[in-house]
């Protein structure tokens, strides 16, 4: 099934953030990278612009392994939780996992966000057109400009 996660990184060498995560998050599934979006920072925190993209892996895992593989992509980078929607060397959220709902104390599945940030619908609508409406887009908050990919900006 398909599975999509949203990583973000505005701390330290987000390229090497970003790319570790891939890397613990997909454990040799085959995957999909959406470019690299800079988007201004949500919550009302001041902080650096992230560095946001989308994957999308063929996975057999469910939304729980794959919150266990998000955080420790998270941990390996260094991510400390001090400050809610404040900086962060990582941030993994699990937005979609196949047709599976899950809704308990750790995750919930479709992300309950999911399709009022922009910084997510933009790159899941590069990947994943048909899942992302026009409507949805439009009203997406939050500042995206596309700056390439992993690969481009090395």
Do not use: C, K
């Not at 949203?6 to 953030?17: K, P, Q, W």
């Not at 590069?126 to 009203?139: I, K, M, N, Y």
Request: aromatic residues 4%; proline residues 5%; glycine residues 8%.
């Amino acid at each position: 099934m398909h599975a999509y996660l949203s990583l973000g990184s505005n701390v330290g060498d987000r390229h090497a953030h970003l790319s570790g995560a891939l890397a613990t998050l997909a454990a040799g599934e085959p995957r999909r990278v959406s470019s690299v979006y800079a988007t201004e920072p949500v919550g009302g925190v001041a902080q650096a612009d992230y560095w946001n993209l989308v994957v999308e892996l063929e996975t057999t895992a469910t939304p729980h392994e794959l919150l266990a593989r998000a955080r420790l992509a998270e941990a390996a980078a260094g991510r400390a939780r001090e400050i809610r929607w404040g900086p962060r060397t990582l941030d993994v959220d699990v937005l979609l996992v196949g047709e599976e709902a899950v809704d308990d104390e750790e995750l919930t599945v479709p992300h309950p966000r999911l399709y009022e940030r922009a910084f997510v619908l933009v790159p899941l609508a590069e990947l994943a057109p048909e899942l992302v409406t026009a409507d949805q887009l439009a009203a997406a908050v939050g500042r995206v400009e596309r700056l390439g990919t992993l690969e481009t900006l090395r």
